[in-house]
Nanobody
């Protein structure tokens, strides 16, 4: 079965950086769209960034929430079955539990950051940014 395991969360001061990792198993990694979502206490889960499955000629291949554009970068390593989220210039409002997600359907600009577009979710990793 599909399994997604996140790591790399932690506590950091504002302006710092963290890199989250998500190791996937149970499916052909390159054939799934993947994303990062986050959920802060008392708030709904929101999309942060997404990257499309291989072989899809979509432009853009990666999509970011406006709140993280220019600060976060999503990437993946097919050889390692691993999805990454590099987070720079972190702010206190980035504090949340971050979730890795995947789905076999290709993502587009309308569905990439929508929770309903993804069937598989990791357990989450906590990111805390202090001011």
């Amino acid at each position: 079965q599909v399994q997604l395991v996140e790591s790399g969360g932690g506590s950091v001061q504002a302006g710092g950086s963290l890199r989250l990792s998500c190791v996937a198993s149970g499916y052909d990694f390159s054939t799934y769209a993947m994303g990062w979502f986050r959920q802060a206490p008392g708030k709904e889960r929101e999309g942060v960034a997404a990257i499309n499955k291989d072989g899809i000629d979509n432009d853009p291949n990666t999509i970011y929430a406006d709140s993280v554009k220019g600060r976060f970068t999503i990437s993946k390593d097919n050889a390692k079955n691993t999805l990454y989220l590099q987070m720079n210039s972190l702010k206190p409002e980035d504090t949340a539990v971050y979730y890795c997600t995947a789905d076999h359907l290709p993502m587009d600009q309308y569905t990439a950051l929508w929770t309903g577009a993804y069937n598989y979710w990791g357990q989450g990793t906590q990111v805390t940014v202090s001011s």
